[in-house]
């Protein structure tokens, strides 16, 4: 009796479980494939630079996107998170003291001259390199006309 009452258990429970495990693959699918090595010099992640002189990569998870800049050299030299219009620096990279968003702004860098490195929809990325060697990174919207004005603060 005992037997039967497990095989009628297992029976109802397998469908229900394979629905599970599809509705998680669908959604992970949904998503793309992921991307590994946030942090890392050479991530598993395709370089969407729009500069030949800087490493640019896109990792995104629930609905989140992180993008991190990197040098011609493989060295992190900061990342930030966004969703919604909302920037987050990250403690990521030997720059990321020197990361400006709209939400945590910083004066703007002595050296403007810089390339814009990444732009979409949402997101505008300028890296502006400085005479002592350190990188000023500015995130702003995508809609921003000047990454530096939008991510400065007067002091």
Known sequence: MQHASIRWLARLATPGLLMMALVSTGTRAAD??????????????????????????????????????????????????????????????????????????????ASTTGDVVYQDAAVKVLVAPQADGTVQVRAASGDCKDPIECSARIN
Do not use: E, K
């Open 32 to 109: 793309g494939p992921p991307s590994t090595g946030l942090g890392q010099a050479w991530p598993s992640a395709t370089d969407v630079s729009a500069s030949p002189r800087w490493h640019v990569y896109v990792f995104q998870r629930d609905g989140i996107r992180y993008i991190q800049i990197n040098d011609l050299g493989g060295t992190v030299r900061a990342a930030f998170a966004t969703s919604g219009g909302a920037f987050l620096v990250l403690p990521v990279g030997v720059d990321a003291t020197r990361l400006a968003t709209p939400q945590q702004p910083q004066p703007a860098p």
